[in-house]
């Protein structure tokens, strides 16, 4: 096969945009879409979490869903932790989660109302959805970003002043189990000495993490 007949069948790929990175501020809902104004309260409307301007153009919109990962802790005892990533199926058909803020912390809407914060492993740096083995994670903040001066439209989601994100597929190993999926990582963090590192795969993807308001 011809050099450009294989090229024809490889994904079309685009660079993750250079953007200049600007904090929103966290200490309370004022900063992330949808905020509800109401005196005595600090809590937005439902939102949802998408993929924007990944490399790979074909994750672009996928929306969030959770995950659950088993390692070991200190002591090689198993510990299952849940996670957000994203569902390969586009349909909101299927049941997705939402999320609120609430205090200036993103939460998931459900009967627990879990924080999310992002894991200290700089290799594997996800979404982590309340406590979790390795102790406090980053708080995971809004941002704005920035083109040659220009505002982009959106509210963006990150640590840390790091907004770019790795995109990883995982495939479902039982069938009839959970659907494929794509983990998300937020790239760039600096080794923290007190996290436990772990060896996971390479993202074939990077992008960013656009949060905003669920009609």
Known sequence: MKATALLSLLPFAAA????????LGSKDCSSWPAQIRSPGADISRYLRI????PEDVGLTGLLSTTSTQN???VGNLSNTEDYISFDVRRSTYFAKPVFRCSNGTLHMN????EPI??????RGAWMMLGDYADGPGYKLEPYAHEIDGVRQEGVFLGAKEKTTWGFAYERAEVCGGLPDWYTARL???????TANHRAWGEVQSQGFLRVFEWL
């Not at 459900?110 to 109302?113: G, H, R, Y």
């Not at 790239?187 to 000495?193: C, F, R, S, T, V």
């Open 117 to 122: 914060s992002v894991s200290r492993d700089y």
């Open 187 to 193: 790239m760039g963090l600096e080794i923290d000495p």
């Open 110 to 113: 459900s009967p627990d109302f």
């Open 16 to 23: 993750v945009p250079n953007v200049t990175v600007i904090p």
């Open 50 to 53: 998408e993929i924007a301007s």
């Open 71 to 73: 390692w070991p802790t």
